[in-house]
């Protein structure tokens, strides 16, 4: 069974720095590509970044773009966010989530598409 386990989260203030972490077990890490969405209060689930099995190609939403980072470390089964710069708006649960098998690189940006999902860490960004 592929478990994925979020940590990192809490309450910042804005313009602050952030790390999320997300362990993978039960599964063969290095063959999912892996995301990070998120969920505010209300809202759909969106995109937030995603990145590839080696770690050589990422995507990112426009609204993170230069101040958010996914990295992955393969051999410790971990994928991380780092979030620096954080706005109010960033305020979200963040959900990682597991892809097995890829259908189209655009695709990744869907909730849609993946196969196994963490249960979220909460992110506060007061103001």
């Known amino acids: 069974q592929v478990r994925l386990i979020e940590s990192g989260g809490g309450l910042v203030q804005a313009g602050d720095s952030l790390t999320l972490s997300c362990v993978v077990s039960?599964?063969?890490?290095?063959?999912?590509?892996m995301a990070w969405f998120r969920q505010m209060a209300g809202k759909e689930r969106e995109f937030v970044a995603v990145?590839?099995?080696?770690?050589?190609?990422?995507d990112y939403a426009d609204s993170v773009k230069g101040r958010f980072t996914i990295a992955r470390d393969n051999a410790k089964e971990t994928l991380y966010l780092m979030m620096n710069n954080l706005k109010p708006d960033d305020t979200a649960t963040y959900y990682c989530?597991?892809?097995?098998?890829?259908?189209?690189?655009?695709?990744?940006?869907?909730?849609?598409?993946?196969?196994?999902w963490g249960q979220g860490t909460q992110v506060t960004v007061g103001s």
């Open positions: 989530a597991a892809d097995r098998s890829i259908t189209t690189w655009r695709a990744l940006q869907s909730k849609d598409e993946y196969d196994f």
């Open positions: 990145i590839s099995w080696e770690g050589q190609s990422t």
């Open positions: 039960g599964g063969p890490f290095g063959l999912y590509f």
